[in-house]
Every structure is written in C-alpha cells, then in structure tokens.
C-alpha cells in the first residue's frame, strides 16, 4: 500500500523512502514482497 499511496495519493511522506531505496540501487522488488 505504502508503494501504491506514493505513487497516487498522498503519500509524500512514503516518497522519499522510496527515493532512497531507489537510488540506493535496490530494486523495489523486495520492498513490494515485505
């Protein structure tokens, strides 16, 4: 939920831990599993 509310809702808050795995060059793939 938490990757689905950055993306379209409110989710500025969950943004930038998106960001930071993003960059950190993990893919999001566990992240969605957990």
């Given at each position: 939920?938490?990757y689905?509310a950055?993306?379209?809702?409110?989710?500025h808050q969950?943004v930038p831990h998106?960001?930071?795995?993003?960059?950190?060059?993990?893919?999001?793939g566990?992240?969605?599993?957990?």
């Amino acid at each position: 939920l938490a990757y689905r509310a950055s993306i379209g809702r409110d989710g500025h808050q969950e943004v930038p831990h998106l960001h930071v795995h993003v960059f950190g060059g993990r893919p999001l793939g566990p992240m969605l599993a957990r």
